[in-house]
């Protein structure tokens, strides 16, 4: 397979990759930016499609007065063990 970087376009830092079976999940810093924590999925570790965000209300983590770079940033994202389940930490 031939691949050329960036693999996932735009602002992505702090990328943490698991793998549950033959599939790869991905998160990244959102930092002030809201929905936050963007997800997303390959089963190649080339093509990556977002599926989702881990933090989708707004009153959960309120990033209106974030300064520039605050708000949430380095996720970790680990396999839980169980079927569809996943751990994910961030700071």
């Known amino acids: 397979m031939k691949y050329h970087n960036p693999i996932l ?3 992505h830092p702090d990328p943490s990759i698991c793998r549950a079976g ?17 997800v ?24 209106a007065d974030a300064k520039n770079s605050g708000g949430i940033w380095a996720p970790s994202h680990r396999n839980a063990g169980w079927p569809g389940k996943f751990y994910r930490f961030f700071f």
């Not at 033959?22 to 963007?38: C, M, N």
């Open 22 to 38: 033959s599939d790869y999940y991905l998160v990244t810093s959102s930092f002030e930016y809201f929905p936050g924590i963007p």
């Open 9 to 11: 376009k735009g602002f």
């Open 40 to 63: 997303y999925h390959s089963t190649d570790l080339v093509n990556w499609t977002q599926i989702g965000n881990c933090v989708t209300d707004p009153e959960a983590f309120p990033m």
